[in-house]
Nanobody
Framework: QVQLLESGGGLVQPGGSLTLSCVASGSIFSAYTMAWDRQAPGEQREQVATITRGGSTYYADSVKGRFTISRDNRKNTVYLQMNSLKPEDTAVYYC???????WGQGTQVNVSS
């Protein structure tokens, strides 16, 4: 089992930046592929970014070049740096441990002027 706790969401203007953090506890963090998913109102949850145990990263086409996922295994933390935010990035962002099919409670990101 793993517990995931996200933070860092909020309201930001278009073109702005936010950094999300997710702290994991209760398991061997470094053993898992970590990811960020998001869900906008009325939409299905979608994968945003993934980072493997070895540090390989993958991004949805909609965020390539704007978002960066990273991890610090010493701190049991995964990050999502989001730049050049757009109104369509508005969603609840969830941290996920893929092999465990576990998600945190989510953090709301609103991009609006």
């Amino acid at each position: 089992q793993v517990q995931l706790l996200e933070s860092g969401g909020g309201l930001v203007q278009p073109g702005g930046s936010l950094t999300l953090s997710c702290v994991a506890s209760g398991s061997i963090f470094s053993a898992y592929t970590m990811a960020w998913d998001r869900q906008a109102p009325g939409e299905q949850r979608e994968q945003v970014a993934t980072i493997t145990r070895g540090g390989s990263t993958y991004y949805a086409d909609s965020v390539k070049g704007r978002f960066t996922i990273s991890r610090d295994n010493r701190k049991n933390t995964v990050y999502l740096q989001m730049n050049s935010l757009k109104p369509e990035d508005t969603a609840v962002y969830y941290c996920a441990a893929r092999e465990l099919d576990s998600w945190g409670q989510g953090t709301q990101v609103n991009v609006s002027s």
